[in-house]
Structures are given as structure tokens and as C-alpha cells.
């Protein structure tokens, strides 16, 4: 069978993750997600106190981009790859409610965009890849051969993002993350470099009403029309 590129992008927590761990397991490819690999820089920023409520050095973080090492390693009992910070595994931590108020304002650095990007390209040379993110079908991969726009109410997916986080035990509310959810989606789409937009050829797949099932069914059907 052909191997290709599965691009999936759209607006935060719409469930792209979700999405794209299933199909790659359904078709024993790589799962990419570029979501994690934007924090992971943006955890560095924080630790290094380049970033906080009344400060941002983008300066000095332009300039330490090259002591950022990210990697994604596969992890047998989850079925995924999981992200590594210059070799700690930082999986779980990237995901907090911190690391989510900061990381659209390190996203719209095209420096960082840059390096990222690059990295994503040379992961998907050999194909067999779905990737997910906010610019995969649009810049990352122009030419994927099957490109996904994932789209949900903004409630839908501040009770998404809620339960998940309150399911492993932080202190969140359901408004600070309905906050962050419509701040991120904001900044995401009307930043200068590589803005969130839905390319031409991507299929939309609204799934406030669909149940995890339904859209896995309804997509399979879709990716094997391309393969
Ligand atoms: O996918 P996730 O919600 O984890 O992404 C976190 C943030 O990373 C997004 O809100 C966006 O600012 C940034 N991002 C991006 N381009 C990508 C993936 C994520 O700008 N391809």
C-alpha cells in the first residue's frame, strides 16, 4: 500500500490529537504532534526565565534556539511517540495551563517557526506520517496527500481541554480555560507568520456533535479513498 501524508490542522483542542493517534495506529504510521514541539520551546522560555506575566526576551530566546533539542520517542505502552526537551521527557508538564497561556506568543516567532518546521519536513520524507498542528496542510506539507480541518464550538472544546486536565489532577476552571482556548485560536489566526487558515484542498470536519467513534468511522472512510 502507498504510504502518504496526513495533515491535520484546526482551532486548539478540536480533538486533532485524538484523531491523528487513531488513524496512525489504524495504519502503522508515525504520529507527529507539532502542538507539543511549540510548547516544548515554550517550556524552555519559561525555565529559563525568558518569559513571564510582565516580561518576554525574545531576543535572547531567538538567540538560544540552537541549545533547544527536540525529540519525540515511541512509547510502547501508550502507542505514541512522547516529547523530550534536550533529552528530559516533558510529555506531561508542556500540556499545563502555564505552558498553554504562553505558547501562542512563542508560536508567531518565525524564528521558531522556522526551526520547527524544518525539523517536521525532514520527519516526513519517508511519508507514512500523520502529522497535526495549526500550519501542517498550509506550510509544512503543501502537497499532503490528504489534508483534515478540524472544527468544534468553542464551548465544546473548553469542556474537552477542562475534563482532560482535571482527570490528571490540576487545578483548573472551566473559564480560565475557555479563556485560553479563545486567546490561543485568536493569536493562532491572525499572526503574520503562517497563520492558522483552512487550506483550499483540506476536508472541515466539525465534531460537536459527533462522538469519537463516528468521526474515526467517518474518516476512515475518506483516508482510504486516498491510499
Ligand atoms: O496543538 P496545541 O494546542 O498543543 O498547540 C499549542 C500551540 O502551539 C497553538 O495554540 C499554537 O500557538 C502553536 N502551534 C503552532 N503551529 C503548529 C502547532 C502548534 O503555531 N503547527
Known amino acids: 500500500m502507498k504510504k502518504i501524508i496526513i495533515a491535520i490542522d484546526g482551532f486548539s483542542s478540536t480533538g486533532k490529537s485524538t484523531l491523528a493517534k487513531q488513524i496512525a495506529q489504524k495504519l502503522s504510521y508515525v504520529y507527529v504532534d507539532t502542538g507539543a514541539m511549540y ?29 533547544i533539542e527536540l525529540s519525540f520517542k515511541f512509547n510502547e505502552k501508550l502507542g505514541f511517540g512522547e516529547a523530550y526537551l534536550n533529552g528530559e521527557n516533558v510529555e506531561k508538564v508542556i500540556r499545563s495551563i ?10 508567531e516567532i518565525s524564528e521558531v517557526r522556522r526551526k520547527l518546521v524544518e525539523q517536521q519536513q525532514r520527519m516526513g520524507l519517508e511519508k507514512g506520517i500523520v502529522m497535526d498542528g495549526r500550519d501542517i496542510g498550509t506550510v509544512v506539507f503543501p502537497n499532503a496527500a490528504l489534508k483534515l480541518f478540524m472544527n468544534a464550538s468553542a464551548d465544546t472544546r473548553a469542556k474537552r481541554r477542562f475534563d482532560e486536565l482535571s482527570k490528571r489532577g490540576d487545578k483548573v476552571s472551566y473559564q480560565e ?11 493562532d489566526s491572525t499572526r503574520d507568520d503562517s497563520p492558522l487558515v483552512k487550506a483550499k484542498d483540506a476536508i472541515e470536519i466539525d465534531n460537536s456533535n459527533l462522538t469519537l467513534e463516528e468521526q474515526f468511522k467517518k474518516v476512515l472512510e475518506i483516508v482510504e479513498n486516498k491510499l
Open 177 to 187: 480555560i475557555l479563556e485560553n482556548v479563545q486567546l490561543r485560536d485568536h493569536i
Open 39 to 67: 510548547r516544548a520551546v515554550t517550556l524552555f522560555a519559561m525555565r529559563n526565565k525568558l518569559i513571564s506575566e510582565n516580561k518576554f526576551e525574545k531576543e535572547k530566546l531567538i538567540n538560544s534556539l540552537n541549545s
Open 98 to 107: 502555564e505552558v498553554s497561556n504562553f505558547v501562542s506568543r512563542i508560536a
